[in-house]
């Protein structure tokens, strides 16, 4: 962080030799300045890209410092705290994603962004089945958290959604929705940090995120899920995924 006296600016900058590592810079710079564009900024502050550049494999650029606090640390909180909870309503949570969701897809298509469909499920889906769950499932840490058949299940789930995981995979999605990436302004706007690696998915992406990420409350969670799907537009197609509220 840059700058002092109410004008502090943030400074990101990476230097990456990888072609494609160094396209996510420029990735964030162009969805930054669409969302400044065209999200409401009544419920979501965006801060401004002032400047951005490159020099060989440096790349940077930098934006105007939003002050505020964040939703949580996942190191310490492993969620949203139970501070942010309290003090956040579950509707206002669901506006602000359904406000960068319901962009007029014509647009958000024109984002160079990569689509996460059936195939990044089933690829990250493997990867953790061999390299951690079968693991897990036999380890002391597992207290009937979670067993083989419901890896099973999870499996055949995938298969039996593939097309409809293909077909929905053009909404925008923030895709790291952790609570040390959410931030709340002191006038109480909510800030999306951190989209580096956003996407192209289906709208229950970020959705399943926040439940998840809000355990400590059953009540806030349940009232995020059912005011999100009142409000969105696709409501049919977020019932294949999560079911009726």
């Given at each position: 962080?840059l ?12 230097l ?32 401004p ?5 490159k ?14 606090t964040?939703?949580?640390q ?27 969701q ?21 690829r ?7 390299n ?36 929905e ?13 959410v ?13 580096g ?31 999100y ?15 009726s509220p």
């Amino acid at each position: 962080m840059l700058g002092g006296g109410g004008n502090d600016r943030v400074l990101k900058i990476r230097l990456q030799n990888d072609r494609e590592v160094a396209r996510d810079l420029d990735r964030e710079v162009e969805l930054f300045r669409f969302l400044e564009k065209n999200v409401s900024t009544n419920k979501i502050s965006v801060p401004p890209v002032l400047t951005f550049g490159k020099y060989r494999n440096l790349q940077w650029y930098l934006r105007r410092y939003q002050d505020g606090t964040l939703a949580g640390q996942m190191k310490d909180d492993h969620g949203f705290s139970k501070k942010f909870l309290d003090k956040v309503f579950p509707r206002e949570f669901a506006e602000a994603i359904s406000d960068y969701q319901n962009c007029d897809l014509k647009e958000v298509r024109k984002l160079r962004l990569h689509y996460h469909g059936n195939w990044w499920y089933r690829r990250d889906f493997d990867f953790y089945r061999k390299n951690f769950l079968a693991g897990f499932i036999r380890s002391d840490l597992n207290d009937n958290f979670l067993s083989k058949g419901e890896v099973e299940e999870i499996d055949e789930l995938l298969k039996k959604s593939g097309k409809l995981l293909d077909r929905e995979a053009k909404y925008l999605c923030h895709g790291d929705l952790y609570p040390n990436n959410v931030l709340i302004t002191p006038e109480g706007k909510i800030v999306f940090l951190d989209w580096g690696i956003s996407n192209f998915n289906n709208p229950a992406f970020d959705v399943a995120f926040v439940y998840l990420g809000a355990w400590r409350s059953k009540k806030w969670r349940e009232d995020f899920l059912k005011h999100y799907l009142m409000r969105q537009k696709t409501e049919k197609i977020l019932q294949s995924f999560f079911g009726s509220p």
